[in-house]
């Protein structure tokens, strides 16, 4: 089991609870079974399993540049669920 939580700026990851406990920076520590790479939440994205970066519940990116994800609340809710449980 890992664990989800958010930093400083708001981004969620998905660690090892001894990390997540050492990195959580706001909200709460939350358990999740959701498939992590790297320390992000990972789902398929136009067919490829890609690392999806949690920047909000109305925020996603595949990457760190402009590459938002359209309609992100629709394709990934269950993002948006774990991420409103780490904000407590």
């Known amino acids: ?3 989800a ?3 400083k700026a708001g981004i969620m990851h998905i660690a090892e609870k001894s990390s997540a406990e050492n990195s959580k ?3 709460v520590i ?6 992590n790479s790297g320390g ?3 789902a398929i994205y136009k067919g490829k399993e ?3 970066i949690v920047y909000s519940e109305d ?13 992100s609340q629709v ?3 269950h993002l948006v669920e774990l991420y409103r449980k780490c904000k407590g």
């Open 1 to 3: 089991m890992d664990y």
């Open 5 to 7: 939580y958010l930093t």
């Open 25 to 27: 920076e706001q909200g």
């Open 30 to 35: 939350v358990p999740t079974d959701i498939p």
């Open 40 to 42: 992000y939440p990972t």
């Open 50 to 52: 890609e690392q999806i």
């Open 59 to 71: 925020e996603m990116k595949i990457d760190a540049t402009d590459n938002e994800i359209k309609d």
């Open 75 to 77: 394709l990934y809710p």
